[in-house]
């Protein structure tokens, strides 16, 4: 399976919905994040998102791992892209452009942008869809955590998990 590298939204709607060993199935050891997204995951811990915390727990127990932008070519699309974008999303899609990694995140504009440059994409509906189709959750549960996720404040074009598989 390819390596994922996530956007900070996508770990926070799973980890806000007690739900991150979903993420851990399916992406355990090919998990990645930017030390921008840690970052940023940090600063909704001090507003008070607690269990976002539950990141931390992940990268020490090794399965999520921190990664750091290396070469020149990351560096430079990182600032090419931090013009317009945040910085969890620019260091994520210059780090999946680089090492092919695939690219977990929600933003549209992100998202947009990671198509431009030629990432794969896949998004907290995609891990759900995954998650459902390998039998690691049920579609009730699947739109049980969905909701949640909703009632957490995540932006969803579905209801239900029904609508896209």
Same mark, same amino acid.
């Not at 907290?124 to 891990?127: A, E, K, S, V």
């Given at each position: 399976m390819p390596k994922t590298i996530f956007d900070n939204c996508v770990l926070s709607n799973f980890a806000l919905s007690d739900s991150l060993d979903i993420v851990e199935k399916l992406y355990a050891n090919k998990s990645y994040v930017t030390n921008y997204v840690v970052a940023e995951n940090m600063q909704g811990i001090l507003k008070g998102h607690l269990n976002l915390s539950? *990141? $931390?727990s992940a990268l020490d127990k090794g399965w999520l791992k921190e990664v750091t932008l290396n070469s020149r070519k990351e560096k430079g699309i990182f600032e090419m892209l931090s013009v317009s974008l945040g910085m969890g999303e620019s260091s994520s899609i210059a780090v999946a452009k680089i090492r092919s990694f695939i690219f977990a995140c929600d933003?549209?504009?992100a998202r947009r942008e990671a198509e431009f440059q030629n990432? $794969? *994409?896949t998004g &907290? @509906?995609? @891990?759900l869809i995954k998650a459902v189709k390998k039998r @690691?959750? &049920?579609r009730k549960i699947a739109d049980d955590t969905l909701n949640?996720? @909703?009632r957490n404040g995540f932006y969803s074009t579905i209801k239900s998990i029904d609508e896209v598989i």
């Open positions: 539950r *990141l $931390k933003d549209r504009a990432v $794969k *994409l &907290t @509906i995609g @891990i @690691i959750m &049920t949640q996720m @909703i």
